[in-house]
């Protein structure tokens, strides 16, 4: 029975032991979750500040458009009066419900009125029926005031301004992804760079050992070992630099890396990438095509044309603002309910319509505006001009880079390969007896500088497209 029970024992831990070694093996096997130029531009699309604090403005925007949509909110006016002692005891009440409208200035408006008691003899229009006076009119203004009102204008411009503010937040996504991209593009350089030093350090250390052995067999002198030594300890040193630039790259690259909180994240150097994607070869120079297409996409473009037509609609408020005020207002009125016989003159209903002119005779103020507003044109045409050139030099600079990067892998490539080829050579040479480790010191860090030419000429080639994407104004990676 002891016996059974132990070999159950025996069977139960087995289990346990191979379940977790499988476990174990799993984990080992699991592929690395590499960060890519993708995710860090979804992560610093929901998280980064810079990116709220526009989104903050884009609100605050749509808040000055809601708030010039209140101009033509319906307002209540309301107005009482009581005089019980004195030569004529009467009260009085008027209430007026007015609607501005977008419809050339105009407005209506709607009132009722009450007056009770004793009026005097100028003053027996405030007098009325029982039940009141009903009246509804309408205001009109003929010339300035009629086209364009500052109520319409700050509708249009604050709607303007609400189209330039979502301008500016892909004008900050743009620029933050083109930021995001090169710091990215610069710790994976980081890294493989740092690949590239470990495998020269390997290459020292691992020939350590055999360099002992013969010397102290005597068929390498001493001097050998000590050179050896020397190369380890600067290979290391190379190392600890090249640690030092991938944590700077690291720390570079976590200003746009966040967690779900908003805190900041440096990535692990386990989640580098094995290798740079292949270059593309770039045909040609920039086609117009993509030139204009730059020009229509560029969220700061987009931002000073938006300006622009709000420029255009104060100039055109200025110039109204400096013809005649003339304005029409007509009404008709009733008054209902009983009526005493000596007030007979309220019954019948009263139409009336006036016309009024106001117009300042020196103008300084509407000349001095109209002044401001041609200056404000002028400046975002100037503005606009400077920005088009720029977007088409960026993107001829930007494809221009790209292009020299792209020769530029190609002839380190070709760099890396004869170096390669003059490393192996050597070291056959230095197995044979003909050569020293020096030459073939040498030789690896040449070998290892065009490694780290080839590295860099790839990080500069994929910086180059991050920069072309954004001055043609693409989003994404």
């Known amino acids: 029975m002891i016996r059974v029970l132990l070999v159950l024992l025996v069977i139960c831990l087995f289990g346990h032991v191979r379940e977790a070694m499988a476990q174990e093996t799993a984990v080992a096997s699991a592929p690395r979750e590499i960060l890519t130029l993708a995710e860090v531009l979804a992560v610093l699309a929901a998280t980064h500040p810079q990116l709220e604090a526009a989104r903050q403005r884009l609100r605050a925007a749509e808040g000055d458009t809601l708030a010039a949509r209140g101009g033509f909110d319906p307002m209540l006016r309301a107005r009482g009066q009581y005089a019980p002692i004195g030569a004529y005891p009467r009260g009085t009440v008027d209430v007026e419900v007015r609607q501005a409208t977008p419809l050339w200035g105009l407005s209506v408006y709607g009132g009722w009125r009450l007056g009770l008691g004793s009026f005097a003899v100028y003053d027996l229009r405030g007098k009325t029926a029982d039940g009141g006076e009903l009246r509804a009119g309408l205001g009109l203004p003929l010339w300035q005031g009629g086209p364009i009102d500052r109520r319409r204008a700050d509708l249009r411009v604050s709607a303007l301004a609400q189209d330039g503010a979502t301008a500016d937040v892909d004008a900050r996504m743009l620029e933050l992804q083109r930021t995001a991209g090169r710091a990215y593009w610069a710790w994976v350089g980081a890294g493989l760079r740092l690949e590239v030093q470990r495998s020269l350090l390997a290459l020292a250390e691992d020939r350590d050992e055999a360099l002992r052995k013969q010397i102290t067999a005597g068929s390498v002198p001493p001097v050998e ?138 103008l300084r103020t509407a000349r001095g505006k109209l002044r401001r507003a041609q200056a404000d044109l002028a400046r975002i045409d100037a503005e606009l001009r400077m920005a088009r050139d720029v977007v088409a030099l960026e993107l001829r600079d930007a494809y221009s880079a790209l292009t020299a990067a792209h020769a530029r892998v190609g002839l380190a490539r070709e760099q890396l390969a004869a170096a390669h080829a003059l490393e192996q050579a050597e070291r056959s040479r230095f197995r044979l007896g003909d050569s020293t480790l020096l030459l073939v010191n040498l030789r690896e860090q040449a070998a290892t500088d065009a490694a780290l030419q080839e590295l860099d000429a790839l990080s500069e080639y994929h910086r180059a497209a991050v920069d072309l994407r954004a001055a043609a104004g693409l989003f994404g990676p």
């Open 225 to 362: 070992g000590l050179d050896n030594r020397r190369a380890i300890l600067d290979r290391a040193a190379r190392i600890v630099a090249a640690e030092r630039a991938l944590q700077q790259a690291a720390f570079d690259l976590a200003r746009h890396l966040r967690d779900p909180e908003g805190e900041v994240t440096v990535p692990a150097p386990t989640r580098l990438p094995e290798a740079f994607p292949e270059p593309q070869r770039p045909v040609g120079d920039v086609p117009e095509a993509l030139l204009d297409e730059a020009l229509a996409r560029r969220p700061d473009l987009r931002r000073l044309l938006l300006q622009r037509e709000a420029a255009t609609v104060e100039l055109k408020l200025a110039r109204n603002n400096r013809s005649a005020r003339i304005d029409l207002d007509a009404y008709a009125s009733k008054d209902v309910g009983s009526v005493d016989p000596a007030y007979a003159y309220l019954r019948p209903a009263e139409f009336v319509a006036g016309v009024s002119v106001e117009l300042p005779l020196a």
